[in-house]
Every structure is written in structure tokens, then in C-alpha cells.
């Protein structure tokens, strides 16, 4: 009878281990989770940025922007058929105050987590043209989440 | 003994004397403008029927019939399947109906318009704001005619039974 007890608790301690590292294996990916905003009904493409020298270079690129006082909008993503803007989501613990980023042309909205100094977690950035846009979308065809006929599209050719 | 029975002859008569009530949404696009988790979750598909699903609902998904081309037949068969009915521009609802219409970005996507209460068409272009704007910032009196960018293909009208509240249609979509 001891025997059996044993054998069974071995195979339970066994099965656990197994479960927990299955577990452990389906942690999800940490990272800037990016949505290439152009479709209306399918899902839009959605690829993940997991590089950490990349999610640095990004947010130092955020940091760097001046406000766009001068933008008067609800939101920088145009409600048009068609391309709308790359939103990316932050995943990471990498830049821990940064909720989420919505990009369109040279113009960021920039959600944090936490309010600034006046009190608001919303701003308009105004970065260049082909900056952050640009870098995103060829990391999006890179990543393969895009081809050549959408980036035409996005660039309007 | 008795209130067991009277339980049970109010929760069949509540059960079955309350039929789904379809009626025409107003155009108030502030429930789906949220800038978060309606917004982005929502598509055209879930505007146009009036329902939040938070799962990008697709034609057919629901219905057990998912397209597998992105044309005007496959999806019109995914909105079949999903309990929407096929109509005709100068046909009027009825019983509180609503009115939708598809189009198609040729074997790329599909986009819905609804037909709100004050007769003027509104959209939701995916994960973007409800507006009643077309492409070329003008309001959409006809989807036919609208500015459509590349959804260049209009398929035909549907009918769908929607809720005045926004959001609370009641059409099997997910």
C-alpha cells in the first residue's frame, strides 16, 4: 500500500512540475504591441516589438517630441476609410508610465498612465514626417504583418 | 407549494410574452468614441448592428458561416447566417427595423453603414471614431454615392434588428 501511495505521489509531483512549466512557457510576450490601423471589418495587422534596444529607441524618440499645442482635434487618427494611424500598446515594463501611443502622420497622441504636472494623461506630440510612422511601418513589413500593396496604400501611391 | 408554482408562471410568462423589440438607433456616436476599449474593439459590423461585442464581430462568425473571401458573396452569406435579412434601397422596414448597407475594398475588406433614426446614414471605419462623415468630410445621405476610398464595390441593403439604446442590438453577431 506504501508503495502505491509513493508511486502516486511521484507521478502527482511530476504532473505539477510538468503544468508549471507548460505554464511558464505561455507567459505572454512582453513588449509594444502595434496595430496598423487600415481596416474596417477584417482585423487589422497586429505584430509585436519585443527588442528592448527598439522599445528604448522609441520612447527616447516620444521623450523628444515637442507638444503640438496648435493641434485642435479629438484625436490624431482620422475617422476615414483606409489608413488611420499605427497604435501601440505598451506590454513592456520598459517604459513604465507610457499606457499607449497612437501615431498618424508627423502627429502622436500619447497616453500615460500616470498625469502630468497639469493634471492630464493625454497629449498631442508632433514628431517628423517620416519618423516614427515610417520606422514603425517598415518594422511592420519587416516583421512580415504587412506587405508591399498595403504600404502603398499607406503612403498613398 | 403555491409560491413555488407562481415563481415558476412568472419566470415562463416573462420568458415568453417578451419579444425582442427592434427599433432604430439615433446617431450618438459618444458610446463608441471612447478612445479605449469600445473603440478599438468595435468594428463597422458592430456599428452598423448596434451591438458592442468587443470582438471585432465578423459576418458569419456568429452564424456558423464565416466568409472566406473577401467579396460581396461571402459576406452577404456570412450576414445571412447570422440572422440578417437582404433588402432593397427604397424598401421601408418593418416593425422598427433597421436598414444597413455593405461595400467592399476589393479582396482586402468589407465595411457596413447603418441608416439612423434621423434617415442620415453613420459608420464606424474599424477601430476608429462612429462618425456620419464620408471620405470626403461630407454627411452620408447615400451610401452609394458617399466617398468610399477604396471600398469601391456596394454590395446591397440588409435589414438587422437594432436597439434605440446604443450598443443593445439585438442581432447574433460576434
Not at chain 2, 42 to 68: E, H, I, L, S, V
Amino acid at each position: 500500500m506504501k508503495h502505491y501511495i509513493a508511486i502516486i505521489a511521484i507521478i502527482s509531483i511530476f504532473i505539477a512540475g510538468v503544468i508549471m512549466e507548460a505554464q511558464g512557457t505561455n507567459k505572454p510576450v512582453k513588449g509594444f504591441k502595434v496595430t496598423i490601423l487600415i481596416y474596417s471589418g477584417r482585423p487589422n495587422p497586429t505584430f509585436m516589438i519585443t527588442d528592448e534596444n527598439l522599445i528604448k529607441k522609441i520612447e527616447s524618440s516620444l521623450k523628444s517630441m515637442p507638444k503640438n499645442s496648435a493641434f485642435k482635434g479629438e484625436t490624431v487618427s482620422p475617422s476615414i476609410l483606409g489608413y488611420n494611424g499605427i497604435l501601440v500598446e505598451n506590454l513592456s515594463d520598459l517604459a513604465p508610465n507610457l499606457e499607449s501611443f497612437l501615431v498618424f502622420q508627423s502627429n502622436v497622441e500619447l497616453k500615460n498612465k500616470k498625469p502630468s504636472e497639469t493634471g492630464v494623461t493625454k497629449e498631442i506630440l508632433e514628431g517628423t514626417a517620416s519618423g516614427l510612422q515610417e520606422m514603425l511601418i517598415r518594422e511592420a513589413q519587416t516583421q512580415g504583418a504587412i506587405d508591399q500593396k498595403l504600404v502603398d496604400c499607406i503612403f498613398q501611391k | 407549494m403555491i409560491f413555488v408554482v407562481g415563481m415558476v408562471l412568472t419566470w415562463y410568462s416573462c420568458d415568453s410574452c417578451n419579444p425582442t423589440t427592434c427599433s432604430n438607433p439615433p446617431y450618438a456616436p459618444a458610446y463608441w468614441n471612447d478612445g479605449g476599449v469600445i473603440q478599438y474593439n468595435n468594428n463597422c459590423y458592430n456599428y452598423a448592428n448596434n451591438k458592442r461585442t468587443d470582438t471585432f464581430a465578423q459576418p458569419g462568425r456568429a452564424g456558423g458561416n464565416m466568409y472566406n473571401a473577401l467579396n460581396c458573396m461571402q459576406v452577404t452569406n456570412g450576414a445571412i447566417a447570422d440572422g440578417l435579412v437582404q433588402t432593397t434601397a427604397g424598401a421601408t422596414p418593418p416593425s422598427g427595423k433597421t436598414k444597413i448597407a455593405l461595400v467592399i475594398w476589393p479582396d482586402t475588406d468589407y465595411h457596413w453603414y447603418r441608416k439612423d433614426s434621423d434617415g442620415k446614414w453613420s459608420h464606424k471605419p474599424g477601430g476608429t471614431q462612429a462618425t456620419n462623415l464620408d471620405n470626403s468630410s461630407n454627411i452620408i445621405t447615400n451610401p452609394e454615392t458617399a466617398d468610399r476610398g477604396r471600398y469601391t464595390i456596394f454590395c446591397g441593403y440588409f435589414l438587422t434588428c437594432s436597439d434605440v439604446n446604443q450598443g443593445q442590438g439585438h442581432a447574433n453577431i460576434n
